[in-house]
């Protein structure tokens, strides 16, 4: 989840349903709700630039679950600062869980 507030913690339930229903190891949150349209112009451009300066093919940030086997295989260690959430999802892919995400959990 985000420091700044965006996401409800009492969504958690949805956001973990798929996971306990079966259906995925990672679940991930998606906002596309925004009011303010400066904030989706600036993390889309940070999602773009993200893609092209650390060559990494997923990049979302934000509201995420997961079964605690797959986080601990995949949470990278000794990352500074917000890479680490860029680069967990690319360790998600790359150590085959990729078909195991759903992504499409509005919250």
């Known amino acids: 989840m985000d420091s700044d507030g965006q996401y409800d913690p009492g969504q958690i339930p949805e956001l973990v349903s798929p996971i306990v229903q079966g259906d995925?190891?990672?679940?991930?949150?998606?906002?596309?709700?925004?009011?303010?349209p400066m904030r989706r112009i600036v993390s889309e451009t940070f999602k773009k630039l993200t893609k092209i300066l650390l060559d990494v093919e997923y990049v979302q940030t934000g509201f995420k679950a997961g079964t605690r086997e797959v986080l601990l295989d995949t949470i990278p260690e000794n990352v500074p600062g917000l890479d680490i959430d860029v680069r967990w999802m690319n360790n998600i892919?790359?150590?085959?869980?990729?078909?195991?995400?759903?992504?499409?959990?509005?919250?």
């Open 93 to 107: 892919v790359a150590r085959g869980y990729g078909d195991k995400v759903s992504d499409d959990v509005e919250v």
């Open 24 to 36: 995925c190891v990672i679940s991930v949150g998606r906002n596309h709700g925004w009011a303010n």
